[in-house]
């Protein structure tokens, strides 16, 4: 609890100078928590995994893994 405790707290720092008394930047910080906090999930399930997270050509996050699919992998 004591990570997304440290993610809201940076989040909110971070957007400090915000009037959050309009609807819209609420929304707007909102979302910036929201994303903070998933990359941070990501980041967990990938080091789980015993993996390392990424991004591809288009900014999509990918998670590394050792583990192989496919027919090749059937023989390692």
């Known amino acids: 609890m004591d990570n997304i405790t440290h993610i809201v707290k940076v989040v909110l720092e971070e957007n400090a100078d915000c009037d959050l008394s309009q609807p819209a930047v609420r929304t707007f910080v909102a979302q910036r928590v929201a994303h903070r906090l998933l990359k941070g999930s990501l980041s967990q399930?990938?080091?789980?995994?015993?993996?390392?997270?990424?991004?591809?050509?288009?900014?999509?996050?990918?998670?590394?893994?050792?583990?192989?699919?496919?027919?090749?992998?059937?023989?390692?």
């Open 45 to 76: 399930l990938a080091s789980l995994l015993g993996g390392t997270i990424g991004a591809d050509e288009d900014g999509s996050a990918v998670i590394y893994t050792d583990i192989l699919f496919g027919r090749e992998s059937l023989n390692k």
